[in-house]
């Protein structure tokens, strides 16, 4: 079955700093996305996501990036600030039409004031 | 998400009691799922509906179960509870009709089995 692999499970950046979290997955017919931001003591929330067809979004300070030949995917945030401290998890839709989710380990961002 | 609520939001029980998580959401998603978070494992599908009518399993479905009482209310069931089901718990739904699914989270419900 698809599996999705993120690293690294944390990651400390000053504030300003850019950060990068990165996952690979194995089912190359996956055709969606998405990644989630999860506040403490709150549910995940898509920040952004990206389809198979398209190698770049951004969307103000996040961006996310697909290569699909490599099958891995990468979150951008630059300029960062306090407030982006958080968990973020990637995801992928394993074939399409199923509309299910697996999820990668998620990375704990920390934003060094 | 206020549109997405969960009950209880924490809930200690022993172990062999039953327990019943519930979902309800004011979004009008036909899709629902439930998810578990533990440290280190990320958010794992326990059960998802897509349809009043429809159930299927998850990754995790093993000690659990889920009855889909309406489209706004889907509730998962440990019937004995065990203390390795301790964890957080998500709800979460998605729209049928869009081609690419985003999923909108609960606030969760933090349950401990001792």
């Known amino acids: 079955g698809e599996n999705v692999e993120q690293h690294p499970s944390t990651l400390s950046v000053q504030e300003g700093d850019s950060a990068v979290i990165k996952c690979t997955y194995s089912?190359?017919?996956?055709?969606?996305f998405p990644w989630y931001k999860q506040e403490l003591g709150k549910g995940p929330q898509l920040i952004i996501d990206?389809?198979?067809?398209?190698g770049e979004k951004k969307d103000q300070r996040i961006a996310v990036t697909l290569n699909k030949t490599a099958k891995h995917f990468s979150l951008h945030i630059t300029e960062t600030q306090p407030e982006d401290s958080a968990v973020y998890f990637c995801a992928a839709t394993p074939t399409s039409g199923t509309y299910k989710y697996i999820f990668g380990t998620g990375t704990r961002l920390k934003v060094l004031a | 998400d206020a549109d997405v609520t969960q009950t209880p939001r924490n809930r200690i029980t022993k172990t062999g009691k039953r327990i019943m998580l519930e979902c309800s959401q004011t979004k009008g998603h036909d899709r629902m799922y439930w998810y578990r978070q533990d440290p280190g494992l990320g958010l794992r599908l326990i059960y998802y509906?897509?349809?009043?009518?429809?159930?299927n399993k998850g990754e995790i479905s093993d000690g659990y179960s889920v009855s889909r009482q309406a489209q706004a209310k889907f509730s998962l069931s440990l019937e004995s509870a065990i203390p390795n089901q301790t964890a957080l718990y998500f709800c979460?739904?998605?729209?049928?009709?869009?081609?690419?699914?985003?999923?909108?989270f609960g606030p969760g419900t933090r349950l401990t089995v001792l």
């Open positions: 990206i389809r198979s067809n398209v």
């Open positions: 979460a739904t998605g729209h049928g009709g869009a081609t690419y699914n985003e999923q909108f």
């Open positions: 509906s897509f349809d009043v009518k429809d159930i």
């Open positions: 089912d190359s017919a996956s055709n969606y």
